[in-house]
């Protein structure tokens, strides 16, 4: 079964976008350091409906997969650095994330 992790952010008004997207890169070299076969990362730029938004999506190939990349993760001391600086640059705004599962058709 197929999951998806999706997190939606914005750059905070006035926060610079070039910095908010190195940030963003930096994010998501962790997810990829991480994954496990089968599983992939990509970054998203919103260009209609909520226009400003960037959308992170990692997909795995099960929900096994999405822990075991997810615990490394959190076990990685760069990983709470960088989480930590993020957090605190004023730069980025989450507005909302999901872990979904895929209904087969």
Known sequence: MTIMVQWITRPIPGASLPEF???????????????????????????????GEFVFL????SYAAYGACHDKMLGDPEFAAWQAAALGSGTVDLIKSSISREIPL
Do not use: H, L, V
Request: charged fraction near 25%.
């Open 21 to 51: 997207i190195e940030q963003a890169k930096r994010g998501i070299s962790f997810w990829t350091k991480y994954k496990e076969a089968g599983a992939e990362m990509s970054f998203w730029a919103t260009t209609g409906g909520e226009w």
């Open 58 to 61: 990692a997909r795995f190939p």
